[in-house]
């Protein structure tokens, strides 16, 4: 039951960073740069080099998922300190090993 409340939570937010995504998008090119995130998204605008994972200056809705689902781990390790050292470094090579999946796919 825990998992299913969890898995709603996630996709939920999921979702919402994709709406917001979209909204950014002015020129409606399923992409982000520079100007669309500094405008729209300054948190992400911040971390634009981060989040543009294949480095070709704009950020895409995979890429950006990255970068909120990287966040969402984060928060929660954060949150659950009963983690040991252990814990945290096998969440960040799983989050690393995630984003050099993506690099691929792109």
Do not use: G, H, W
């Not at 948190?43 to 480095?55: C, E, P, T």
């Not at 300190?81 to 989050?95: E, G, I, P, Y």
């Amino acid at each position: 039951k825990n998992n299913a409340i969890y898995e709603q939570k996630r996709r939920a937010m999921l979702d919402s960073v994709e709406l917001r995504f979209l909204a950014c998008d002015t020129d409606a090119d399923n992409t982000l740069d520079v100007f669309e995130a500094t405008r729209c998204l300054p948190q992400v605008a911040r971390m634009f080099r981060d989040a543009d994972i294949d480095n070709d200056n704009v950020i895409s809705l995979d890429e950006i998922a990255i970068l909120a689902k990287s966040f969402e781990r984060k928060n929660n390790l954060e949150s659950n300190s009963n983690l040991t050292a252990s814990d945290k470094k096998k969440q960040d090579s799983a989050a690393s090993l995630e984003k050099n999946s993506i690099k691929k796919k792109l």
